[in-house]
Each structure stands twice: as C-alpha cells, then as structure tokens.
C-alpha cells in the first residue's frame, strides 16, 4: 500500500498527470509511450468527461523530460496528450466523492412519507369502480381515502323528470348536475 509523502515528497515530484486520453487507452500503452523517460506505473482514470491517468516515473529528471516533451507533442491514439505535473489539484479527482447530503435535516428518509388521505381521495375520484375497488383492498389508508372519495359523487335519479334549472330555456351544463 503506498503512502502519502506530502505536497513536496519525493513521489509527488515524480508524478504526471496526463488528460486528453481516449476511451480506450490502457495502461500498458501509457508506460509504452513513456517509457523512454523511464515510466515505472501508471493509474488511468476512466470519467463520463474523459480519460486521464497519473504516471509514475523512476527519477525526477525523467518525469521533467516527459513535461518537456508534452509541451512538444506526445500522441496516443492520434491525440496530442498533455502533460501536467501530478499536483495535490489533480490528485484530488482520486478522493471519494462527499456522502449525500439529508435536504431535510430532522426528518428520517429512510421510512417512506405516507400519503396524505385527502391525496388519496383526490386520486380515487379519477378511477372507475373497478379500480376503486382494487384500490380499497391495498391497505387501510387507502381504502379510507377511497371511501372518502364516494362522498364526492353525485348521483341523478332517473325518476325525477325535472331539472334543476326549471323549464325556462336555460341551456343544461353539467354544472347544473351539481
């Protein structure tokens, strides 16, 4: 397991960040590439925004030259690659991304909120009979909400031949069903 040396260790001044890479470049062709300047590991971090990796070179000279030869043009899979020193910045991308966050401090997310009867009531005022009555046999809240729905219906008796608004012409809409 590697340590951590600080911001000036000997490992960190050895360290390269490369960016630009393509989705599909490994390791082994990194420390093909950097060979030359005396490349001993690499690490390819794959991103939804794109590929980068840290290498790890033997001496500090060698990862000096690779800068030097970044700043010239070093490709990979016909991208130019550039080269930065591995900064404790770049080495930051390595962390773990921060715990989600409760939005709302004091109320327990894990237990589902219920919904409220009177929501209930106004969903089951959209559903046929049929439904309604698969939706009272769920639980007891909801077929409390469900039969508080019934009480929004309103029935027209067949037998009264009469309507609300009298014979005086006016036009029948369904407010005067209410």
């Known amino acids: 397991m590697a340590t951590y040396s600080g911001y000036k260790g000997e490992t960190q001044d050895r360290r390269l960040f490369i960016t630009r890479l393509a989705p599909y470049t490994k390791k082994e062709k990194l ?3 950097f060979s030359q300047y ?8 794959r991103n939804p925004t794109g590929n ?3 290498i790890t070179f033997k001496t500090k000279e060698g990862a000096r030259e690779a800068i030097l030869a970044g700043r010239t043009g070093i490709t990979c899979h016909n991208r130019k690659l550039r ?3 591995g900064d404790s910045w770049h080495e930051a991308k390595l962390l773990s991304p921060k715990p989600d966050v409760n939005p709302f401090p004091g109320l327990d997310l894990s237990e589902p909120i219920p919904l ?3 929501c209930i009531s106004i969903i089951a005022t959209f559903l046929p009979f049929a439904d309604r009555a698969r939706l009272e046999m ?3 809240r909801w077929r409390m909400g469900s039969l508080l729905s019934h009480q929004c219906i309103r029935t027209i008796s067949l037998d009264d031949w009469r309507w609300p608004e009298g014979w005086d012409g006016k036009r029948i809409t369904p407010n005067s069903l209410y």
């Open 38 to 45: 005396g490349a001993e590991h690499a690490v390819v971090l």
């Open 83 to 85: 080269v930065l020193p």
């Open 31 to 33: 420390l093909k590439i």
């Open 52 to 54: 980068q990796a840290f």
């Open 116 to 118: 409220p009867i009177e």
């Open 138 to 140: 769920t639980s007891r």
